[in-house]
């Protein structure tokens, strides 16, 4: 299973990015899906996760700016991040829980890299 994210840019703070997700392989169902970031010197954190019934989480610093969403027809989830400030920039990741061979298994994408500028 292989995870492709797009959409990472530089933007001026106070404008907006899209993110997206594709997964491509056999696997027979995902569950969960997310977005995490990491910052340079800091660790990798959840920004957003959707869940197979479509239930939401975000972090905190995100809450009312960020919406994750997903379409399962395509195997992609998305992540539209408006009013962006300096602190969000990061490389962002996808990640996937998905079902395979009857297993739960986690894969990560590679990541994209947002800038934000003040």
């Known amino acids: 299973v292989q995870l492709q994210a797009f959409g990472g840019g530089l933007v001026q703070a106070g404008g907006s990015l899209s993110l997206s997700c594709v997964a491509s392989?056999?696997?027979?169902?995902?569950?969960?899906m997310g977005w995490y970031r990491q910052a340079p010197g800091k660790e990798r954190e959840l920004v957003a996760a959707?869940?197979?019934?479509?239930?939401?989480n975000y972090a905190d610093s995100v809450k009312g700016r960020f919406t994750i969403s997903r379409d399962d027809a395509k195997n992609m989830v998305y992540l539209q991040m408006n009013s962006l400030k300096p602190e969000d920039t990061a490389v962002y990741y996808c990640?996937?829980?998905?079902?395979?061979?009857?297993?739960?298994?986690?894969?990560w994408g590679k990541g994209t890299l947002v800038t934000v500028s003040s």
């Open positions: 990640n996937y829980a998905v079902v395979r061979f009857g297993f739960n298994m986690a894969y």
């Open positions: 392989g056999r696997f027979y169902s995902i569950n969960n």
């Open positions: 959707i869940t197979s019934g479509g239930s939401t």
